[in-house]
Structure formats: C-alpha cells, structure tokens
C-alpha cells in the first residue's frame, strides 16, 4: 500500500523534470518571472469558459510572443498563471508546459467543489502545478470560512507543497489572514502586492495589512503588475517605498518579482521598464536581494 507521502515523494521525484529546472546555465544566470498569462490566438482547439468575453483582449499572447519580450531581458523560466477566460479548463497552459519541458511552472484554477479534490491536486503536481488561484475579493473571501472545500484545498495545498495564489484586492486581507492563522503551514502568495495602490497612490493602512500577513512565514508577495499600481508609470518608482517596506517585513527571500504579461506590454509599457525597477532601479536593494526577488524566491516556491 502506497502511503500519502510516498506519494507525494514518488511522484515528485519521477516527475521533477516537469516544473521549473534548475541547470546549471540557469544557476548562473537567467531570472524568473512569476506570473505571466499565456493564449493562443485561434480558440477553436481551446475554447473559452461559456460566459466569457474575450474580446478587447489582444488576439493572443503565446510562449513565442513572450519569449521575444522575456529572452532579451535574461529571464528565461516563468511561472505561468491560467487565464480567467478557460475558467477551469488548464489544459491550454498544461499543453504549453509539457511542449517547453523546464521552462514552465503553472498555477491553476480548479473547482474546489467538485469531487475528488484532494486527488485532482496531487495528479496536476505531477504535471507541474505548483499553486491554485483564487479570487479574493471581500465577498468571496469572507465567505471562505464557512466553506469546507476552501479548508480542504488549504490543507492539501500544505501536504503537497502548492501554493495558494490569491489575486487579492487589499479588502480581502483580512480574511485571507483568518483563513493564514488556520493553517498556517498551507504556502500563500499574494499576487500584485494584494492590489494597494490600483486606485491611487498606495494607502500606508492597506499596506500595514499586508505587512502583518509576515507574521506567517508561508506567505510571499508578488511585487508585479508594476503597469496598474500607483502612477502606473514607467519607471514605477513612486512604488519604490511600498517594496521597500516589504522587504524590511518579509525579506527579500519572500518577494517575487512578476510581470503580468501580456498587460505588462501594453498601453506604453515594457517588460522592460517592468523587471530594471527590481533590477537596476531601486538603490535600496543589494545584489543578494535583487537575486531574491528575480529568481531564487520563486524558484523555492514553483520548482
Ligand atoms: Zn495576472
């Protein structure tokens, strides 16, 4: 009889070609970028989630698109996150990453109230899944604490080693912060600094919200989204002191830097001017942190 951890064990090792690898090119250089959304531009094999309204997206934005924004810039992983519009159908990012073997890890959206949860979790971690969205608005949110798949994803999220990743509005932290205290080995990512400062200049009591979530050492934040935060700007400096702050909170071994491809590349914006903030912008980061937050965070957290 095979026990949950061998398991795990088992599938993790046959398998550990599958997610993000680690080569020694790769150990000398190469950054990560933590969050990019990939489609393909005819949807007839992938059709989108019924319901779904793709249009005033662009036609679709592929590994090979990405590569010629990313492969000058010197990241050559990424963490590739399911696109809302397929809803819970994975199987176009699942498809890009078994076709680019080592260079992609996926963070999934599953139905957490459909059966045989616990079994759909482990099986897509032998595919390179290594985290499961959720939206975090204060509606949605609030109501996870009566909700007893929520609390089952969690905890399998902890056996397992996944993440969940919460696209969070600043709202929601508190209960995403119920939910930490809970199960408080479940890993949590925050994607795009919980969203403070998409309305605005950064609001410092959203932000001590967030700083309170280092208090559990699970969780890591995405610095990201750089194009929708504050002046939404290049060069983005005027988010210098929120990323500041944070790296005096949870330290730079849990920020990860992220693009949010495609919509980094739009309106004006460059990849470019997205990964130098990190890179070569912000004074108050040492070489040791800057490889933190481009590669060896998320490489501790998706590999
Ligand atoms: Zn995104």
Redesign the pocket.
């Known amino acids: 009889m095979t026990t949950r951890r061998q398991f795990i064990t088992t599938g993790t090792s046959a398998l550990a070609g599958r997610g993000l690898s680690r080569g020694a090119e790769e150990d000398s250089k190469g950054w990560i970028d933590a ?1 990019v ?1 990939l489609w393909p531009k005819e949807t007839k094999k992938y059709p989108v989630a019924k319901g779904y309204d793709k249009s005033g997206l662009r036609a679709g934005f592929t590994a090979e698109d990405l590569f010629a924004e990313c492969h000058p810039q010197g990241v050559s992983r990424i963490v590739l ?1 399911q696109m809302s519009f397929y809803r819970f159908d994975n199987s176009y990012m699942l498809h890009v990453m078994s076709k680019h073997k080592g260079v992609f890890a996926g963070v999934a959206i599953i139905d957490e109230n459909a059966p045989s949860l616990a079994h759909r979790m482990r099986k897509m971690r032998t595919r390179g899944v290594r985290g499961f969205r959720v939206y975090a608005n204060a509606k949605n949110a609030s109501a996870w604490k009566d909700s007893k798949s929520m609390h089952a994803m969690w905890r399998e999220a902890a056996e397992n080693g996944q993440s969940i990743c919460c ?1 969070a509005d600043p709202d929601a932290l508190p209960a995403i912060t119920r939910l930490c205290r809970k199960h408080p080995e479940t890993p949590v990512v925050i ?2 600094f919980a969203r403070i400062g998409m309305r605005g200049p950064v609001d410092q009591d959203q932000l001590d919200q967030l700083l309170k979530l280092a208090d559990f050492k699970h969780v890591t934040v995405k610095t990201s ?1 750089f194009y929708a935060l504050g002046a939404k700007k290049a060069p983005y400096m005027d988010l210098g002191p929120m990323i500041r702050q944070l790296r005096d909170a949870f330290g730079a071994e849990r920020l990860m830097w992220a693009s ?1 491809c495609p ?1 980094q590349v739009e309106g004006g914006h460059s990849y470019r001017d997205s990964i130098a903030l990190i890179r070569d912008r912000l004074q108050f980061l040492s070489g040791e942190e800057r490889d933190w937050m481009l590669r060896k965070t998320a490489e501790r957290i998706f590999l």
């Open positions: 969050h959304h996150i696209l994607d795009h989204a949010d919509f």
